[in-house]
């Protein structure tokens, strides 16, 4: 059995030229991303002077539990191999990577080399989370009121009596 070159050479242009257009539409899916981030940011603006002019904390619902918080801008993903948080710095309107055992040591990261590591959508979480951070933060402090009003209330069962 011999191999039909010409139609194998054939075959791998084809392959070839179905590759270049893939790269060219994932090219442009990550350019869309890069302005769907960069229009969020613009939407939530104030939102995000809000917080920082009351120096409220941002947190990212992805990464409860781990305490993460930051003063300075919306918290954008963490890179758990380097321990490195990425934030979005408001006043310096650019994305950074922070060392999590360091915050002195904090770098500008390039959005679009985020979302190419796979950060899109934690991007756009951190942002948005916003829009609910406070009325979370409401919550846990309505269940720990409850939870106090309930142990008072238990120490002073049968003791008016």
Do not use: C
Not at 65 to 87: A, T
Not at 116 to 138: A, C, N, P, R
Not at 139 to 160: F, P, R, V, W
């Amino acid at each position: 059995m011999s191999l039909d070159i010409d139609k194998i050479l054939e075959e791998l242009d084809e392959d070839n030229k179905e590759i270049q257009k893939n790269i060219n539409r994932v090219s442009s899916l990550r350019e869309k991303q890069v302005e769907t981030v960069e229009n969020l940011l613009k939407e939530y603006d104030k939102i995000m002077l809000w917080y920082v002019n009351n120096q409220v904390a941002f947190t990212h619902p992805r990464l409860r539990g781990k305490g993460f918080m930051n003063i300075g801008g919306p918290i954008v993903g963490y890179d758990e191999h380097e321990g490195r948080l990425f934030i979005y710095n408001y006043q310096l309107k650019r994305f950074e990577t922070v060392n999590i055992r360091n915050r002195a040591d904090a770098k500008t990261k390039n959005l679009r080399i985020l979302i190419e590591q796979g950060y899109f959508e934690d991007i756009v979480s951190g942002i948005k989370h916003t829009l609910v951070h406070q009325k979370e933060v409401l919550k846990a402090q309505q269940k720990m009121i409850d939870n106090i009003e309930d142990q008072l209330n238990n120490a002073n069962a049968g003791t008016n009596s």
